[in-house]
């Protein structure tokens, strides 16, 4: 479980490089966290609880936390917006702003109401699943984003379904010829692609296979109504570089892990009993290191949904991060707080699943002391 | 109030709530108004014409009260009409959905004539009562339009024997070209009920809306006019990203895109399939100065600051070339009854010196900037930091963030980078910032007997004594005003080369948004 700990925090820190970041890269603790608070559940009954069912207690526990994340994660994107310079009248409008007009915009938003006033409506709106109407557009944000988040989860899908099987491939691949040339090309290859920016990867796809060649569908434009297979050629070019940018981190975390176990003295036996080849790898080394892979893996997931907004711009590709940077933009608070939350939980999700999966994978894990 | 926007990005939206002229499309004249072809063709009808515009955000909304940047822009132009439109060439104003006008004597009372013969995308025949709606809803005082400033000298909208009749407050003879504002489209009952319904008479019927991703239109069959729309389809990408605009140019994916950046213009230029479309324009890049706050109250440190810019320097640098010399008034050729033969102020750092010694200032003047006033508004503010140098003058660059550039600094600091989009006419640029009471007097210029000559000229139906008026305002406000304007900014667009009939309109941008009703493909 160290390697994680570490380089796991890599694309969170990529991500908000990039500037569009909602504050919610609050990391869960690792497996055996501190019990919930006293109160929440009756105290006996969660002991029992944990003794028997470990791995249920830790979901619920999960769960509960996850809410409270939340709520905290809204806050402070509510409190980020307020702290922008301007608000939705004067930035909507902008050089074009008169005194009467902003008057008229914040008046029938409700903007000259006082803050914690807004933000407890917005929040009983949005417990009850309304996330109301866009400031700007005037349309419904829950349906915009549902079309918005489709689009991010179609793209990130795809390039998930591409890079994870190809990342772990490649991570034993490299593991089994390690130290020789075909691990030291998979290596290079693969650190050259997550070097590149990539807006330049996809300025280069583009310039070749879009202009040059003529081979792939550029732009990447999406809308409702567009054939299976046209959206499957828009999306080949975006699909390429987000898998060259997730790659390697993989196939790293994969080979290190890997390695790391074959050090181990069952190894040896393994090998001593005559085990050789990819077959030791698979079959004995990386059971015991798929913790951090299962961490890693779930952290370029959740980057796939949450982080591609340049590759969406760059594409030309209407997804979730291009939504919710127009919506800043302008201050458009129920649209970046709707946004917030979503990438918020999608951010959880993904980290608890992790913790999860990582407790069945290594079962003296779910009795920490 | 307007600004019309060249390069509103979706992480860098800049609001270009405002005004422009309406362009009027003449009738039959297509091919010769065109400077791409030596000889009139004929317009070809038939085709799916693809549009990739910079300036939409998934934040764009239908009501055409609210459009501001090139996508809604050209949408709105796409689906709907204004009672008059600019002509592409002079600026001046042409009859559309009103057929004609007659001003009273003190120009204080309109009477436009509508057409009869016209009817919405809903098959609803185009009343006087529709036209009255429209701008009764834009002219309220609780309106968000971006109108709304342009028609509030308007005191009432009402019908007198089947015409329209607009009473002012003050006598206007601009007022036709007002009303080619493109906030200002006839909708069915101006769109009270359903002001997002875009329903107009405009040549082309909205087929789908994707707000910051794609539009389509089709050919709106029942059109009132034949000299228009003659493509089938049209589809417009929102592509905010210059290079993915470029692109999608070089390799066919659309026919037509905005924004061509000028540093890469020369590049793009070397495909073989493109043509750049360049359009002399009336907007401007600028630096302002507060005329009432120290050391700007002084104009002999005023005078020396505008002497100490090297013009010649950010044309060719900051626009490459794609411009034209500006000479401290907000006003050039493409306006009517523009003056003519006021000197060219030029770089000249000995008299930038001299005046600086006279207003006894001494000391770094700060100048505030940000790529979100002009695209290359931080290379201008540092080549003016050299260009003063020479002079003895010190400029601290001070670079802004983009966020928040235009409440923040813009009319809020004394000394910043700023764009102005065109106007119509010359009272309409003047009035919306240089009148002393103007909301948006970025200067703070105000001299009364400017105002009294502004004034003037508004109700003067004499066009010589009008003109001679516009050539002393000019001059006041070139010598004591607190503007900086070293260029006028072409449009820079481009074309495949399958796209005939791009009319060079003078009014506004992508043809003053007209690009899809005018063009038409030859494959």
Not at chain 2, 197 to 225: C, H, M, S
Not at chain 2, 342 to 354: H, L, M, T, V
């Amino acid at each position: 479980m160290q390697p994680d700990l570490e380089t796991g925090r890599l694309p969170a820190q990529k991500m908000s490089a990039d500037g569009a970041q909602p504050p919610q890269e609050t990391r869960q603790d690792k497996v055996g966290a501190a019990p919930p608070p006293e109160g929440v559940i009756d105290g006996f009954f969660w002991r029992k609880l944990r003794l028997h069912q470990p791995l249920s207690a830790l979901i619920l526990q999960r769960l509960g936390l996850s809410i409270g994340l939340l709520f905290a994660a809204s806050l402070l994107i509510f409190g980020g917006v307020e702290a922008l310079p301007g608000d939705f009248a004067t930035t909507y409008l902008g050089q074009a702003a008169t005194p009467q007009a902003v008057e008229n915009i914040r008046h029938e938003l409700g903007l000259d109401r006082p803050l914690g006033e807004r933000y407890v409506s917005w929040l009983s709106g949005a417990v009850r699943g309304d996330f109301g109407t866009s400031w700007a557009s005037r349309n419904s944000v829950g349906e915009q984003i549902g079309n918005r988040l489709g689009n991010s989860l179609f793209l990130a899908f795809f390039a998930a379904l591409i890079s994870v099987p190809l990342a772990i491939a490649l991570g034993m691949i490299s593991v089994h010829f390690r130290d020789r040339f075909a691990d030291r090309l998979i290596n290079i290859v693969s650190l050259a692609a997550i070097s590149l920016p990539e807006f330049f990867i996809g300025y280069l796809l583009i310039l070749y296979f879009g202009v040059q060649l003529g081979w792939a569908t550029f732009p990447s434009t999406v809308y409702a109504g567009m054939p299976f297979a046209d959206r499957l050629s828009a999306i080949a070019l975006p699909t390429a570089t987000l898998v060259m940018v997730v790659l390697a981190h993989m196939m790293r975390m994969t080979r290190a892990a890997i390695l790391n176990v074959m050090s181990s003295a069952y190894i040896e036996t393994a090998e001593l009993k005559g085990v050789s080849g990819l077959r030791l790898i698979a079959k004995h080394a990386a059971p015991n290191a798929l913790a951090p892979v299962i961490n890693v893996v779930a952290l370029n997931l959740a980057y796939l949904v949450v982080g591609v907004v340049v590759v969406e711009v760059v594409f030309v590709y209407p997804g979730m991060g291009q939504y919710m940077v127009d919506a800043v933009t302008v201050r458009d608070m129920p649209v970046v707080q709707a946004c917030g939350m979503i990438f918020a939980a999608f951010y959880i999700f993904l980290n608890m699943a992790a913790d999860i999966l990582a407790i069945l994978a290594n079962p003296r894990l779910r009795h920490p002391r | 109030m307007t600004k019309f926007d060249l390069d509103i990005g979706a992480m860098n939206r800049r609001q270009f709530i405002g005004r422009t002229a309406a362009a009027g499309l003449i009738a039959a004249s297509s091919g010769t108004l065109v400077g791409t072809s030596a000889h009139a063709q004929a317009p070809k009808t038939g085709g799916h014409l693809k549009l990739g515009l910079k300036g939409g955000a998934s934040t764009d909304s239908l009501d055409p009260a609210t459009y501001s940047g090139a996508v809604l822009f050209v949408m709105g132009r796409c689906w709907g009409d204004t009672l008059v439109e600019s002509d592409p060439k002079t600026g001046g104003a042409l009859p559309a959905l009103a057929e004609s006008w007659q001003p009273s004597a003190d120009a204080t009372s309109w009477t436009f004539k509508i057409r009869k013969d016209v009817k919405f995308h809903n098959g609803a025949p185009l009343t006087v009562t529709d036209v009255i709606a429209t701008l009764k809803r834009h002219a309220d005082a609780a309106s968000k339009s971006g109108a709304l400033g342009l028609l509030l000298s308007i005191q009432t909208i009402e019908e007198k024997a089947g015409d329209l009749v607009i009473t002012l407050k003050e006598g206007n003879a601009d007022l036709p070209l007002i009303l080619s504002d493109y906030h200002l489209v006839i909708q069915p009952n101006g769109g009270m009920d359903k002001p997002l319904a875009a329903i107009g008479t405009g040549p082309y019927k909205l087929t789908n809306f994707q707000a910051g991703v794609r539009t389509t239109f089709e050919k709106n069959k029942q059109d009132w006019r034949s000299d228009r729309g003659f493509v089938d389809s049209v589809e417009i990408i929102v592509m905010n990203d210059n290079t993915a605009r470029v692109a999608a140019l070089s390799s066919g994916q659309v026919h037509y895109i905005n924004s061509v950046d000028p540093k890469t213009v020369n590049l793009l230029k070397r495909a073989p399939t493109v043509e750049i479309l360049k359009t002399s324009g009336k907007g401007f890049y600028s630096f302002l100065m507060h005329c009432d706050t120290a050391p700007f109250d002084n104009n002999d440190l005023r005078l020396s600051l505008k002497y100490a810019i090297d013009r010649q320097a950010i044309l060719d640098k900051v626009v490459g070339g794609f411009g034209k010399l500006g000479n401290d008034y907000p006003v050039n050729e493409n306006y009517a009854l523009a003056p003519e033969g006021i000197e060219q102020r030029a770089y000249d750092p000995d008299k930038a010196a001299f005046h600086y010694k006279k207003s006894g200032f001494d000391g770094a003047i700060v100048l505030r900037t940000s790529d979100a006033a002009f695209p290359g508004a931080v290379d201008a503010a540092v080549l003016f930091q050299e260009s003063a140098k020479k002079a003895g003058i010190t400029i601290d660059v001070k670079r802004e963030p983009e966020d928040g550039y235009w409440t923040n600094v813009w009319n809020v600091q004394p000394f910043s980078a700023t764009y102005w989009g065109g106007r119509p006419t010359q009272d309409l640029r003047y009035s919306t910032s240089y009148l002393s009471s103007a909301d948006w007097n970025d200067t703070r210029f105000k001299r009364p007997d400017f105002d009294t000559m502004l004034l003037q000229a508004r109700s003067e139906l004499d066009e010589a004594k009008r003109k001679a008026l516009y050539a002393q305002m000019a001059v006041m406000v070139r010598d004591d005003g607190g503007l900086i304007l070293p260029v006028f900014n072409d449009y820079l667009n481009a074309s495949t080369k399958a796209v005939k009939g791009y009319i060079h309109d003078i009014g506004n941008d992508t043809s003053n948004g007209y690009v899809a009703s005018r063009v038409w493909l030859d494959a």
